[in-house]
């Protein structure tokens, strides 16, 4: 194997701990191991790109990766670190929400290249079958109530209250890793450190179902640091929400921005964690930050990265088009190159309103239509849209307003169907149906 897995995860500080002998048995043969992802919502977002970067470098090493959803534990939820349990889905939800995280998966993981190809199983397919009964004589025999109690995640709840259901979760997920083993020989499961308590809950269900020999561990565990922000708060989140890997969801355009705005000193981490580049480019592309900082060098390689591998090559130049029409030096050309599909990403955040072709026809001149559309979204009145104007303060497809009374007839729609009406960085699209 040409990258040793534990040592890349060590430089890039993707490394927070992981049971005696893991590197061990890494070092000794190809090893499956595998992740769990929550189907909560047809979408992954970012807070789950750093266990997702763990499968991609663990496959890189030559092993072989499996991503396991939850479609039974999905059900529940995982109690760990939250302060009240959450609603359940049904299956129907599970279902639709299952088959988008597989597509975003395939975007980062090799499914086919042989003996290593990733995989992916889903829990509900075993627990399906399993009855009260048997779950409490296949695992609830194997693990005391004091163990399970004994878990951070639980300990942390006792004190808002904790149903059966969320106890049990960390039995569940433990039994998860269980039949992996026994049927996928999957040795290894790995997560954030949030994930510690479940992970070696499997660890334990393993070694007392299947006993030791002379202390030789049949399963282990790795887990990979929560990422926070510089200042303490929480990484993944924007005033919005979550920031998804689903356009429609979260637009590409949304997506390249929140990496672009992200603090100096949170990119050497984010570079380590989310880029596929080596110790010597991320180094080389510090030293060029440290250089010339207002370039924000660092930030809009990773925002290019992830925007390309997450999106497509296409999504990322309609992004750059987005960026200089809304906040750099486009021109009429530029917006003449936006092609039909490409507004609703580039202009998804701007003020935009719909007049109908009759009413564009009726309309006497562009102050007129400033002041309708507009509104007081950037004018109070007429008044001043005219004033506006006279100043030379106004433009329409970034080409300056010369005359109130300029007809409408003067202005070329974009495709046919679009004006872009501007006051300094404040925008306002016209859509004409």
């Known amino acids: 194997m040409t990258i040793d897995f534990v040592e890349e995860l060590r430089w890039r500080g993707m490394l927070h701990d992981m049971m005696p002998g893991t590197h061990e048995q890494l070092k000794k043969e190809m090893t499956a191991g595998y992740i769990g992802f929550d189907p909560t919502a047809s979408s992954l977002h970012i807070g789950n790109l750093a266990t997702i970067m763990l499968l991609v470098h663990f496959q890189r090493a030559g092993h072989k990766p499996f991503a396991l959803i939850g479609g039974a534990t999905g059900m529940i939820g995982d109690p760990s670190f939250k302060a009240s349990e959450r609603s359940f889905l049904d299956e129907d939800t599970l279902r639709i929400n299952q088959e988008g995280i597989r597509k975003q998966l395939e975007q980062f993981l090799d499914f086919d290249c042989g003996e290593n190809s990733a995989e ?74 949030d994930q510690w308590g479940n992970i070696t809950t499997g660890t334990e269900i393993i070694r007392r179902k299947e006993g030791d020999e002379e202390g030789y561990f049949k399963a282990y565990a790795l887990t990979t640091p929560l990422l926070t922000k510089s200042d303490g708060s929480k990484f993944g989140k924007s005033e919005g929400g979550n920031i998804w890997l689903d356009a429609e969801k979260t637009s590409p355009y949304e997506f390249y921005q929140f990496w672009l705005n992200q603090a100096d000193e949170d990119l050497p981490r984010y ?151 501007s006051k300094g960085k404040k925008n306002h699209l016209v859509r004409v149906v």
């Open 120 to 193: 992916m199983v889903n829990n509900y397919d075993w627990f399906k079958d399993i009855g009260f009964l048997q779950f409490l004589r296949e695992a609830g025999k194997f693990l005391s109530v004091n163990y399970m109690m004994s878990k951070d995640s639980v300990k942390k709840r006792l004190e808002t209250g904790i149903s059966f259901t969320e106890f049990s979760y960390q039995l569940l997920q433990g039994y998860d890793f269980y039949h992996l083993y026994k049927n996928k020989n999957i040795r290894l499961q790995m997560g954030g450190s």
């Open 271 to 421: 570079l380590r964690v989310f880029s596929f580049k080596n110790k010597e480019e991320i180094e080389a592309l510090e030293t060029s930050h440290a250089a010339e900082p207002h370039l924000r060098i660092m930030q809009k390689a990773l925002a290019s990265e992830l925007t390309i591998r997450i999106h497509s090559e296409r999504a990322y130049q309609t992004v750059l088009k987005a960026s200089e029409v809304l906040f750099g030096k486009a021109t009429l050309e530029t917006l003449q190159s936006i092609e039909a599909d490409e507004f609703d990403t580039i202009f998804a955040g701007v003020p935009q309103t719909e007049i109908t072709k009759a009413e564009w026809s009726e309309t006497a001149n562009i102050t007129d239509l400033i002041s309708t559309v507009t509104k007081s979204e950037i004018y109070a009145s007429k008044g001043e849209a005219r004033r506006a104007i006279q100043q030379n303060a106004v433009s329409v497809n970034k080409v300056k307003v010369t005359s109130a009374e300029q007809a409408l007839s003067d202005f070329s729609l974009l495709q046919d169907r679009f004006l872009l009406i």
